[in-house]
């Protein structure tokens, strides 16, 4: 036996959202991006462990980072997997394991699809919040779990008047409008990205494709398009006729998301950005929305909101001392 007490939190996605609300998850989404901007957090880029050439259909990334401000260590990992849909599971699986950055010892398992899902919706939120000149009518390209998380966000930071929905799937389209019932908000179920876009002063892409669904031409002056899939989603135009670009990490949007293939031909490096949203946080950079501008954002993801959302959780876990599962790791 260990001469050492060492214990540890298991906390499932229902305790998670006992301690936690959308509303947390905005703000810490906001302070850890604004920590970030401040060189707060040790980061290094995430990796992928695509298991495709095995025969796995799915693929997990490893974001390990350190949080000064809440002196926690922690990695988030995330994965998609194509089968789970047949099993009524979600694409997207994630988990946090928070360690105590001075001894490595474990402090809490946190189940991490919740916290995952809704920091992810989070981010467009709080992009759209510093960058968007107009937020009235808005189009999401893909009607799935992150499509959703992020209108719900967008619905806590933004007024939005209008909302056109475009997918592939009828059955998504109608599933995601029907959970906006009674806000308000005007929704037009939609399978012609041309005239959504057209309309839009926002234009989210959040899909599994690899395809152009979003064409230069129908981006109007003053509009944001923000892509947050993990493959190419817009024509190269739209950000080659950007008048601003903003990513959320410089480093992991060159070998990312949209952004990876026009890195890859050369068009793109790390001098492209106009704006890391961290260093807009934290006030070394500015930006004020032009009418005449045209944004283009990318947000790939970054761990250190998983590993703040999840310590959070762990902190008043421990304060409730309610049934939150305990375990001896030595024991
Ligand atoms: N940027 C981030 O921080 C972040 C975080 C998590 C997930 N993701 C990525 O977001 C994407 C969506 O994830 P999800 O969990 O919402 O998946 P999901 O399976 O729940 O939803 C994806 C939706 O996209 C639709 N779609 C696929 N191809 C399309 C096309 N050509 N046109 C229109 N719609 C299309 C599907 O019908 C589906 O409804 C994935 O690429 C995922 O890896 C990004």
């Given at each position: 036996m260990a001469n050492f007490e060492e214990r540890a939190l298991l906390i499932s996605n229902a305790d998670v959202q006992k301690y936690v609300t959308v509303e947390d998850v905005i703000e810490i989404v906001e302070k850890t991006w604004t920590w970030f901007g401040n060189d707060q957090i040790i980061m290094p880029p995430k990796i992928t462990t695509d298991m495709s050439s095995a025969g796995v259909d799915g693929w997990f990334n490893s974001m390990p980072n350190y949080i000064k401000p809440l002196d926690i260590a922690g990695i988030k990992v995330v994965g998609g997997y194509n089968g789970n849909k047949k099993k009524g599971m979600p694409y997207i699986k994630a988990n946090v394991l928070l360690t105590?950055?001075?001894?490595?010892?474990?402090k809490a398992l946190v189940a991490g699809d919740w916290i995952s899902d809704m920091r992810t919706g989070a981010q467009p939120a709080i992009m759209c919040k510093r960058?968007?000149?107009?937020?009235?009518t808005v189009t999401i390209i893909g009607a799935g779990l992150q499509g959703y998380t992020s209108l719900l966000c967008m619905t806590k930071l933004l007024d939005i008047k209008k909302v056109y929905v475009c997918d592939l799937s009828e059955q998504a389209r109608l599933n995601f409008i029907a959970k906006f019932d009674g806000t308000g908000i005007e929704f037009v179920s939609c399978i012609d990205n041309q005239s959504a876009c057209e309309d839009s002063d926002i234009i989210i892409t959040v899909t599994t494709a690899d395809a152009?669904?979003?064409?230069?031409?129908w981006v109007k002056e003053g509009a944001l398009v923000i892509t947050m899939g993990s493959f190419k989603e817009v024509e190269f135009d739209v950000v080659r006729q950007a008048d601003v670009i903003a990513v959320d990490h410089v480093a992991q949007a060159l070998h990312r998301g949209n952004l990876k293939p026009l890195a890859e031909l050369g068009e793109?490096?790390?001098?492209?950005?106009?704006?890391e949203i961290g260093l807009l946080l934290a006030g070394k950079q500015t930006y004020t929305p032009d009418p005449k501008k045209r944004v283009y954002a990318q947000i790939v993801g970054m761990g250190c909101p998983d590993v703040a959302v999840a310590e959070t959780a762990r902190l008043r876990a421990e304060k409730a001392k309610d049934n939150v599962k305990v375990f001896d790791v030595q024991g």
């Open positions: 105590d950055p001075h001894s490595g010892m474990l960058l968007a000149y107009k937020t009235d152009d669904l979003v064409k230069a031409s793109i490096d790390e001098h492209s950005f106009d704006i």
